[in-house]
């Protein structure tokens, strides 16, 4: 996943979703694992990082993040009682596909966080990072309660202003879902 490279500009985003709902960005024994600076990946980092609180915290846990290759991969447990599923639908829960674009969004913004603090040690902790865009999204199958989402995220551009990035989640090494999506910092 390192290596490759996704164009993003206006034509080339549809060419990389399609290419992102076929298969895994990477395979899950070449995950980053830990996550530097932030202590254990479990829930109080991933509160360390990001703003949201209550049912809109959508990450359990950062598996791992590489600052080096601009990756980030965390990780959400669907339960029955999973905001979203309520009504959604009667009888044949079905996780809402704009919570999985929220899920795959709040890990990139961990690591659009991470690379910040790496990048601007005595700035990082007075800005904020933002999702400003949703490029394009594809919903592959669908996620059900018991079922746990790992999200991966590759940042694809990055400056101390804007970024964008791609991302999977999957369940089971299954594309359920990929988005491209652009942060920006202030």
Known sequence: MGEETFDLSSGGVEKVLR???????LDAAAWP????GVGSGERGAVEGLLP?????????????????????VGRR????????LDGHFPGDP???GVLLVEMMGQVGLC??????RAELPGEAAA????????????????????????LVVQATRFDTMLGECVAQALVEGQ?????AGEVTVF
């Open 77 to 84: 447990l669907i339960t029955e009682e999973h905001v979203g």
């Open 52 to 72: 949201h609180r209550g049912s809109m915290l959508l990450v359990d846990e950062l598996v791992g993040v590489d600052l080096e290759r601009r990756l980030a």
């Open 175 to 179: 594309v359920v879902g990929a988005m």
């Open 127 to 150: 800005l904020q990072v933002r999702a400003t865009k949703v490029l394009g999204a594809h919903f592959v199958r669908e996620v059900r309660p018991g079922q746990r989402v790992d």
């Open 111 to 116: 690591l659009y966080g991470l690379m910040l």
């Open 94 to 96: 079905v996780l809402p």
């Open 19 to 25: 290419r992102l709902r076929r298969k895994p960005l």
């Open 33 to 36: 694992t830990g996550v530097a």
